[in-house]
C-alpha cells in the first residue's frame, strides 16, 4: 500500500556533508509527521530529527546545529541534510512517515528500508 524509499547514503570524509532523501508513494492521502533515524552497530535505534506536518522540527542534541530535516508535501519527501559529519554518525538511517488514507482515515507508521552512512577517512 505505502512505500517507503531513502536514498543518498554513501561513504564521506569526516567534516563533508551527504544529503539522504526518503519518497513515500502509495494510498497517500496526506503524511503527518515525518523522521529520520538511525542504528549504530551494536546500538538501539535513535530518533535523529522530526519535522511535523506544519514545518516544525526537533534535533536529537548530538546533531543540532549539523543536521537540517526538511520537507516537500508535493512530492511526499523528507530530507536530511548532513554537514560537520562525524565518524559517530556512522549509522544505517531511516525514515518514519506517519500516513493518512484519507482526512480522518490514519494508515500508520510506515519504515522504509534504510540507507547505510559510513563517515570515515
Known amino acids: 500500500q505505502v512505500q517507503l524509499v531513502e536514498s543518498g547514503g554513501g561513504l564521506v570524509q569526516p567534516g563533508g556533508s551527504l544529503r539522504v532523501s526518503c519518497a513515500a508513494s502509495?494510498?497517500?492521502?496526506?503524511?503527518?509527521?515525518m523522521g529520520w533515524y538511525r542504528q549504530a552497530p551494536g546500538k538501539e535505534r535513535e530518533l535523529v530529527a522530526r519535522i511535523s506536518s506544519d514545518g516544525s522540527t526537533s534535533y536529537a542534541d548530538s546533531v543540532k546545529g549539523r543536521f537540517t530535516i526538511s520537507r516537500d508535501n508535493a512530492k511526499n519527501t523528507v530530507y536530511l541534510q548532513m554537514n560537520s559529519l562525524k565518524p559517530e554518525d556512522t549509522a544505517v538511517y531511516y525514515c518514519?512517515?506517519?500516513?493518512?488514507?484519507?482526512?480522518?482515515?490514519?494508515?500508520?507508521?510506515?519504515w522504509g528500508q534504510g540507507t547505510q552512512v559510513t563517515v570515515s577517512s
Open positions: 502509495g494510498s497517500i492521502f496526506r503524511i503527518n509527521a
Open positions: 518514519k512517515a506517519q500516513i493518512m488514507r484519507t482526512s480522518s482515515d490514519y494508515l500508520g507508521a510506515y
